[in-house]
């Protein structure tokens, strides 16, 4: 299994993003696909998730209202469309699955995921 996370680079403040996922090797009808990110000297900590049967999302509060977590089934892809970027975004995001339907108290918990993308670099400046 394995996930090819892409699309991280240097924007400004207040400029728009969009990482890409791609899942091959297995798919995760039934499980959870999302993001963590990890800024530098900080511990990774949970961004989204998407529950990939039902299409329903879950939001770190710094995320709600400027990012939003999609799918393309067809390309067994994950989408995080970040707009409206702040400095404090600067982190590299990986791309996690579970292919496990995840509790509500689980989907921003890193234990929880046993997939787990490279990572691509976001760089905010101010």
């Known amino acids: 299994v394995q996930l090819q996370a892409s699309g991280g680079g240097l924007v400004q403040t207040g400029d728009s993003l969009r990482l890409s996922c791609a899942a091959s090797?297995?798919?995760?009808?039934?499980?959870?696909m999302g993001w963590f990110r990890q800024a530098p000297g900080k511990a990774r900590e949970f961004v989204t998730a998407l529950r990939w049967s039902t299409g329903s999302t879950h939001y770190a509060d710094s995320a709600k209202g400027r990012f939003t977590i999609s799918r393309d089934k067809a390309k067994n892809t994950v989408y995080l469309q970040m707009n409206s970027l702040k400095p404090e975004d600067t982190a590299v995001y990986y791309c996690?699955?579970?292919?496990?339907?995840?509790?509500?108290?689980?989907?921003?918990?890193?234990?929880?995921?046993?997939?787990w993308g490279q990572g691509t670099k976001v760089t905010v400046s101010s």
């Open positions: 090797g297995r798919t995760f009808s039934r499980g959870v």
């Open positions: 996690v699955a579970s292919g496990r339907g995840l509790i509500v108290s689980s989907v921003g918990l890193p234990h929880e995921y046993e997939y």
